[in-house]
């Protein structure tokens, strides 16, 4: 029924920029977040985003370099991500929920994960 597909990750160097993008189908949208995973590190708060486009709320490790937002008419919200660290890489995964949040367990429905690789 309820279905999240992220796409857009990939290998990119230091410095470099990338897009990621999540796209839900069959629920009602009201809040979208982006969450990363790094290996033997806990999933970490990246951004959230009202399906309105307004407001939309970054993390601090993030503010200023990443970019959360709605993408068009469809159910889907976009991650740019500019000024890329080695230390951004991880799995990046977005998540459904009623509510705007920055605490993973508030979130009931996720997506696959996309990977993304910074070289340096």
């Known amino acids: 029924q309820v279905q999240l597909v992220e796409s857009g990750g990939g290998l990119v160097q230091a410095g470099g920029s990338l897009r990621i993008s999540c796209t839900a189908s069959?629920?009602?949208?009201?809040?979208v977040g982006w969450f990363r995973q790094a290996p033997g590190k806990e999933r970490e708060f990246v951004a959230h985003i009202h399906w309105s486009g307004s407001p939309a709320y970054h993390a601090n490790s993030v503010k200023g370099r990443f970019a959360i937002s709605r993408d068009n008419a469809e159910n889907s919200v976009s991650l740019q991500m500019n000024s890329l660290k080695p230390e951004d890489t991880a799995v990046y995964s977005c998540?459904?929920?009623?509510?705007?949040?920055?605490?993973?367990?508030?979130?009931?429905?996720w997506g696959q994960g996309t990977q993304v690789t910074v070289s340096s």
């Open positions: 998540a459904i929920g009623w509510t705007a949040s920055s605490r993973p367990s508030d979130y009931d429905w």
């Open positions: 069959g629920l009602a949208v009201r809040s």
